[in-house]
């Protein structure tokens, strides 16, 4: 471990004499931080309320939007209290949040769009946003378990949010015998504290494929080859059995 001390050497009387002086402190960063903002992404031409919790947010007086056609403006500013009560955990939350609206372009094509905070103390990193072309499914709670799996198709993309530790949401769709799919979470490398476990089951409940963490993030993702047509259900929870509404995911579901 580093030492804050500094260590310097005097002679005096002929005797060599330590002096110990503490480092000065390092000034604050009052730099803004956007650490998550919800939902996940937008659709060009739709103005979207999207609610940012950072640190030192609650001091925002604007909101750059990189889309030289695009705008946003700031809602409401403030606060914005932990939800597991945890100061371990303000980094991982935010303590101040806004609620902003912003609008894409309508002719905007990129995958991914960013967006940063001001205050009067400088400009955050640059967060970055998915763009919606297509629909977006909403999860329907409750979903947590085989018997109330929320269907869905090959093709969709969900969005959810692991809202408690014990929460987990099932969906079933329907797949054929050597069919190839891909399934993905979006979260953790758009801001989201959740750190997702993915399950692929059969029909009778067997696990066909199971997946934590991909590419060094705390997302997961599944390849898999269909054993058998029929019915095959899938589950998302977190991995640490941590929850809160700002757990929030994208779960694309799609035949390779």
Known sequence: M???MRYNFAVVAGFAVLIVAADPKKPEDNTPKIVVAAPLGLAPGKATKLLVRGLKLDAATEVRLHDPKGTAKILSKGKAPLPNKEKDDVGRYGDTQIE????LSADYAGPTATFTVVTPTGESAPHT???DHGPIVAVKKPNNGFQKAQPVQLGQTIEGVVNAGSDV???RFDGKQGQQVVLEVFAAR????LDSLLTLYDADGRIVAS???VDDTADSRIEAILPATGTYYVSIVDANDVGSPSNIYRLVIRAK
């Open 190 to 193: 758009y801001g989201s504290p």
């Open 2 to 4: 580093r030492s804050s």
């Open 211 to 213: 997946n934590d963490d």
């Open 169 to 171: 949401d099932v969906f």
């Open 129 to 131: 946003l998915l763009v």
């Open 100 to 103: 902003i609206e912003a609008t």
